[in-house]
């Protein structure tokens, strides 16, 4: 039986604010607990009910929003306390998170053992750390901050702290594209192919965080991707492979947490991206894994030397955890395809998968690439022969009919369409494109209202290389309605994304 | 004039939450603006308002809280847009917050210049950085990331970010005590005997951020302390002294807010601290400044070695910027005098000044000792002779005397009251007491109300090296309600403060 102490419950009131991740507590500024743990600073307090318990932020409220005995809670935060409106809420003082002094070691450059990292992984996933200490422990684990060791310590944390799937086979493949390349939508093409052969690819996929789309945001368009394990287990039981969103088997949900902060600070830090990465894959029981790694000035990995640096440590990685794992590096100087946002990439997959001879080649040349290696990799083809061979499965139809009926498996194919706002971006000098921002043509493409409206973003028209004429199209927005249109168009005055020369 | 555009403008409602310092703009989910910016990550959007502009996170309302034409805004940043309920905002997105990529090459380990901490500081002021920013500012900048230069350059910054008091004295003294020893409250002594001997002392303190008592706190239980820049002119124009609160004179505004996230992430940075301090003194006008560093296991300080480090430390950014600094290590072992919150200290500073037998003498002999100091270092007393004149001014009275005249130029001397509720807390062994828990100590008075409620606190009854029976009070907790004092209680249950052997 809980123990109901007097002077230390409030009742929940639901005021329906989304804070994303961070759990909020709101108590009145009157309320005599908010008086004892002091808000002249960023209070943090632990809440029960029933068997739950977790760490909330105070924010204290002088109005009456709440009543004198009740306070409210963020909904992430009530989802984790499992509470309702009405329901009463116990308080107690925070002792100190344990796992704290391991990132405050970590700070004073202190190399971390497996051991602390599985700690500060378990404290993370139970909502355990606020902002502030997600941002601080990011902040230290940034730049060459890990050592190797110190990145499979934290791979190893992140998959410990979640689920983990088992295939029951000996090779299931996997891939992943180290983003920052709007449209570089490979894999519902990839797994396609590589499902047609024969081959086990249970892809799961992540939603956009801070991209106009990922690749789970495109294929939704297409199909229904938000499964439970038992029907992604079906899907892939009964057709080799799937396209769903990860989201729904927290696979790795430390990351999950750590992600949305550290896209937030902007910071490019490699060796988290290798435990977040490697992790998932591990965690979704992959056994060999292909790492497209396109490099670029306005992508993520910017430089060669990057992205050399970066497959040696992908590979020491892989081979700590027993991941067989290959780097490709391709070109990201540009978007790949035309569209860039759910519905306009949707377009561009089918096209290519369909055979159609307006589809995007650089889309197409890309995804046999990565699934030759795949199929190499596997030990099924013999090294030479995976491009030939995927090519084939592709050009054939073997690809299409396995993408159809993949999505069939999933719960039904439907057809994009185009949203019903769209303005052309036309240049206004003549000359040939010599440079893409594809930071601010992503950017631009959110503000349109990308993912939220699947049909929103950027239909792409003008390539490096190039030659516009004053008045040609270099790109046509489209939104969902007038008022992104405009708000998106607002930023586009001020920001130079293409340039021709 | 203002351009209102249709797609871009809310109207603002109150709604009376106090998120203590961050930004935070609460908007509909099916708001036009939310579905542009995003909502799946920590989105930050830049809210205008006349000629104000501020930058706030994002929070989402799904409830009918706000009405569809509507946002609010945390309590400050409707201070700082200088905005009421019905107010029209006007959004944009936010474009680089330049002074970031200067914290990010921070991350990086680069050597930052005077210049770009000038501009980080300047938009921390601007209220431009999310928590989460300023964490890994905080983060980058801790242990010994900062290079001496580095600390010098992040203290003129934080000068130049805000106001700065000119006295027209070639010698204007001051002092600071490097926290962490509950009780250590020895600035209404000092201030009264230096001001007495004729000198200028203008103390400005602060609050309590994370502690049971600010000094302003406690000298607010005596006398006000809320003056602005004109009648603190007049006060120490009159008496040569003063001991009111600094907050209200914006002298190092981007240390308050920078100090309120170190203060949540429990780390010490000494850089950050020098910076702090030193920033504050310089800002208030101080020529001449004697620093207190207080060392002990579970002080701020905990060894010599650091001590030592840090007193190094001091004296090189003092003497580029300018002032004569005194650093005295003392022992900090255990709490200062026997009160532990505002008005429980404001009787010790009492009894000292009014030499009454009872007056504790520690905190009485590290007065006189940080008076005679100061008396030494403006040039007027030789060396060797400031201890003796500073005790002779206490015991004469004549600091007992310049203490209330300053009280009364400060609005009105009032004499402390013990809060209604109290619990003795008695020890359940003989033995002597070994060692003592500062922190936890400072955790108990605070949960029982301190500062919020003046009176609560702690009355402290064993010292180190004291022989006590089974049934003696050790300590006594002051609450002004019923409920505060239950709430300290059950911390006191969990926790071993007084080691008694």
Redesign the interface.
């Known amino acids: 039986m809980e123990h109901h102490?007097s002077?230390?419950t409030l009742r929940v009131k639901?005021?329906?604010?989304?804070?994303?991740r961070e759990n909020i507590v709101?108590m009145r500024?009157d309320c005599?607990?908010c008086?004892?743990?002091?808000?002249?600073?960023?209070t943090?307090i632990v809440i029960h009910h029933h068997e739950k318990t977790i760490v909330a932020t105070l924010?204290?409220?002088?109005?009456d929003?709440l009543g004198v005995d009740e306070a409210a809670l963020?909904?992430e935060a009530m989802k984790r306390l499992d509470v309702v409106d009405g329901d009463c809420l116990t308080f107690?003082?925070l002792?100190n998170i344990n796992s704290?002094s391991y990132v405050?070691a970590k700070?004073?450059?202190d190399q971390l053992t497996e051991q602390q990292f599985n700690e500060i992984m378990k404290d993370i996933v139970a909502g355990k750390y606020?902002?502030?200490?997600?941002?601080?422990f990011?902040?230290?684990c940034?730049?060459d901050n890990l050592s190797v060791p110190e990145i499979i310590g934290l791979t190893k944390a992140m998959i410990n702290a979640g689920q983990s799937i088992s295939w029951e086979k000996s090779v299931v493949l996997d891939k992943h594209c180290v983003g920052g390349l709007p449209g570089n939508r490979t894999t519902p093409i990839v797994v396609s192919i590589v499902a047609a052969a024969g081959l086990t690819i249970p892809k799961t996929s992540s939603?956009?965080?801070?991209s106009p789309a990922g690749t789970a945001d495109t294929m939704e368009v297409i199909a229904p991707v938000d499964l439970d394990m038992d029907e992604i287990k079906k899907v892939v039981e009964k057709e080799n492979g799937c396209i769903v969103w990860g989201g729904a088997v927290k696979l790795s949900p430390a990351d999950d947490i750590l992600i949305?902060?550290e896209?937030?600070?902007?910071?490019d830090s490699q060796g988290q991206m290798i435990a977040s990465v490697l992790s998932k894959k591990s965690a979704a029981g992959a056994t060999h894994v292909v790492i497209d790694l396109p490099v670029g000035k306005t992508a993520k990995v910017r430089t060669h030397e990057i992205a050399l640096q970066l497959q040696h440590d992908f590979e020491s990685v892989a081979q700590a955890i027993g991941l067989q794992l290959q780097v490709i590096i391709t070109d990201g100087q540009q978007p790949v395809g035309r569209g860039i946002g759910p519905a306009l990439e949707a377009m561009d997959v089918l096209a290519v998968l369909r055979n159609e001879k307006t589809a995007p080649t650089d889309l197409k040349e890309r995804a046999i690439t990565l699934a030759g290696a795949l199929l190499e990799l596997s030990g099924e083809y013999a090294p030479g022969t995976g491009n030939n061979m995927a090519r084939s499965i592709l050009e054939t139809g073997s690809a299409w009919a396995k993408f159809q009926a993949i999505c069939q498996s999933q719960g039904g194919f439907r057809e994009p369409a185009f949203a019903p706002y769209h303005f052309e971006v036309c240049s206004d000098k003549e000359g040939v494109v010599t440079a893409i921002d594809n930071r601010k043509l992503a950017?631009v493409a959110?503000?349109?209202?990308a993912p939220?409206?699947a049909s929103a973003g950027i239909l792409f028209n003008a390539p490096l290389g190039k030659q516009v004429s004053v008045g040609d199209t270099l790109f046509t927005l489209y939104a969902h309605?007038?008022?992104?249109l405009?708000?998106?168009l607002?930023?586009l005055k001020?920001d130079n994304i293409i340039t021709i020369e």
């Open positions: 102490h002077y230390n639901s005021i329906g604010i989304d804070t994303y709101y500024a005599h607990i008086q004892s743990e002091g808000f002249t600073a960023l943090r924010n204290v409220v002088h109005s929003l963020s909904m107690s003082h002792e704290l405050r700070m004073y450059h606020s902002n502030i200490e997600l941002a601080a990011i902040s230290a940034s730049d939603r956009a965080i801070t949305s902060v896209k937030s600070l902007d910071v950017r959110k503000l349109a209202g939220q409206s309605t007038k008022g992104e405009e708000y998106a607002t930023y001020t």
